[in-house]
């Protein structure tokens, strides 16, 4: 060969190892299984040196491989992906939203935070879904909000906490954790008005989840955002933190502001009160 491969790189898809390089066990009933992972274990051993022949496997469950398969200078290395952490959240996110027509204005921080302990599939779920409400309203581009429906739907209802929260569990810390979640992930003002997150925003919501928690009702049992938004307001009047609206992006939608101060709309109407 004039240019002969400086190396050669021999892959498998997670999965591919579980097949054959699994625990054996002394009832002969895996031989062939055996067999096929004893030959690997010969040819990674070998007599001579691989050169640059680079052998990679993947597997999502490193627990049940063969002790032998992981001794050393067969396998010399390994490297655990685990779940991505709120940047890397944020990057997949961003990633799969590429090629799809989405508001210039999508805050992904903001979803990331929304979708802890998820996977990367999952995220990538997330994205297609949101595309999918855009779809079926016929709309060309995937709004923010598409995007919190689809976490509702893609983490929310996938998840055990999702199965509980439309379940019949009626325990006190199964409804707790339920509570939690409705409020900072559902109930939450700055969700629904579009407020960017800041140690005030955090304080005064986990004042709210602190309640719910405690006396066991949800603070904000709202209809709809807009019902809900009055009903925020109803409970804490002019304490209302005035620096969250002036930065939310949706304010304008359920508040109208008159001399300096906000007003909430009327559903269905554009009168204040």
């Known amino acids: 060969m004039e240019n002969p491969p400086k190396g050669v790189l021999l892959y498998g898809p997670p999965g591919t190892v579980d097949a054959f390089g699994g625990t054996r066990f002394g009832d002969g009933e895996d031989n062939e299984v055996q067999r096929t992972m004893l030959e690997l274990i010969n040819q990674l051993d070998g007599f001579d040196n691989r050169g640059n022949v680079k052998v990679l496997m993947a597997t999502n469950r490193p627990d049940t491989l063969d002790p032998a398969l992981l001794r050393p200078g067969r396998l010399d290395r390994k490297i655990e992906f685990g779940l991505p952490d709120l940047e890397g959240r944020v990057k997949i996110l961003e990633i799969n939203a590429r090629t799809m027509s989405v508001e210039k204005s999508i805050r992904f921080d ?87 997150y800041t140690n005030m925003v955090d304080m005064w919501s986990f004042g709210c989840i602190a309640y719910e928690m405690i006396c066991g009702d949800p603070l904000f049992p709202g209809k709809d955002n807009c019902d809900q938004i009055n009903r925020i307001y109803d409970f804490f009047g002019n304490t209302f933190p005035i620096m969250m609206l002036d930065h939310g992006k949706n304010t304008t939608k359920y508040f109208n502001k008159v001399e300096g101060t906000y007003k909430t709309k009327i559903s269905g109407g554009g009168a204040t009160y």
């Open 110 to 196: 903001l979803l990331a935070r929304l979708c802890n302990g998820a996977t990367g599939a999952e995220l990538r779920s997330v994205c297609i879904e949101a595309g999918m409400f855009a779809i079926r309203e016929r709309r060309k581009i995937a709004t923010e909000d598409d995007f919190f429906k689809a976490v509702d739907k893609v983490i929310k209802e996938g998840s055990n906490l999702g199965k509980e929260r439309s379940g019949s569990s009626s325990n006190t810390k199964t409804m707790c954790t339920v509570f939690y979640a409705q409020s900072r992930y559902y109930r939450a003002p700055e969700v629904i008005l579009g407020i960017p």
